[in-house]
């Protein structure tokens, strides 16, 4: 088992100034902005821009190309940008769909549209500008938000019950294009690890085998359709919450995956009311 190296995992330690925001949110290919015309221009420092003013972004962006398009930041979002998300939780609490899958996974789901009804702070998130640009600098090119329709897009995941898991998996993207993962830590008082798998599909590489707890503030970004990746059971009394976020580089998608992809999300994740409802979508 090949274990990674010690850089793989970085732990943020930058000086805020505003050119070195500036140069860490510039786009490297097109504007994100004219992608999304929802969103609006980058703001001026707040909690969140603070916490993405890397110490070398071209660093951070070589590393996430040199780990197969995966990276772990370890403290990325302080305590103060993590504020609004941890308060709308309990708000939060009757709203989780629990599934269970055999063999794969047991645990629980809040899809986008309930966030957006109930915690629109995890959609504010989602949308800001500043977290996407970092991201597009990323991944080198520009990312966009999921079509509203996906639910997806930004939701949490509760491990919270002995046994709660998921299995061994890669986030298939049903797009044309390509789709990130963005996880985010918000509670972790559990022995849950995720477990992942680099260059598993290389024949050129030594498969490197991972892990990391996703402690509360701890970014892990990477390619869907790269990482094979799965959550560790949890035990009694644990709990484990995570935010989920997906960007795209096309909104296309054939219709027959279109229906494959709402069926996985209505079996796994969120149920069928939420996932086809109209009211569920709006």
């Excluded at 599934?99 to 800001?128: M, T």
């Excluded at 030594?206 to 790269?226: C, H, K, M, Q, Y």
Aim: proline share 7%; glycine share 6%; hydrophobic share 40%.
């Amino acid at each position: 088992m090949a274990q990674p190296p010690v850089s793989h995992q970085f732990k943020l330690r930058g000086r805020v100034t505003h050119s070195t925001l500036a140069a860490a949110l510039r786009p490297r290919h097109g504007s994100v902005n004219d992608m999304n015309a929802n969103v609006s221009a980058v703001p001026a420092l707040d909690p969140l821009g603070r916490a993405l003013s890397a110490e070398d972004p071209v660093a951070l962006s070589q590393q996430f190309a040199d780990s197969n398009e995966m990276i772990v930041l370890q403290g990325l979002l302080t305590a103060e940008a993590l504020a609004p998300l941890l308060e709308a939780l309990p708000a939060l609490a009757p709203h989780v769909h629990r599934n269970y899958i055999p063999g794969h996974k047991k645990g629980g789901s809040i899809s986008r549209f309930q966030l957006n009804s109930v915690a629109p702070a995890f959609d504010n998130l989602y949308r800001d500008p500043a977290l996407i640009a970092f991201l597009s600098s990323l991944c080198g090119q520009p990312l966009i938000l999921c079509p509203d329709d996906d639910p997806h897009g930004c939701a949490l995941y509760y491990y919270t019950e002995a046994g709660d898991h998921i299995g061994f998996h890669y986030d298939t993207s049903y797009y044309k294009g390509q789709r990130y993962t963005v996880l985010i830590g918000l509670v972790d008082e559990s022995s849950c690890r995720l477990e992942y798998e680099l260059f598993r599909d290389d024949p050129a590489r030594e498969t490197i085998t991972a892990s990391v707890a996703l402690e509360p503030g701890t970014v892990v970004a990477f390619n869907g359709d790269r990482l094979y990746h799965r959550v560790t059971p949890s035990a009694p009394g644990e709990k484990r919450i995570a935010l989920t976020l997906e960007y795209v580089t096309s909104h296309s998608m054939h219709p027959w995956r279109r229906f494959i992809s709402n069926m996985k999300d209505a079996i796994a994740y969120f149920g069928f009311r939420q996932v086809f409802s109209r009211s569920g979508q709006h």
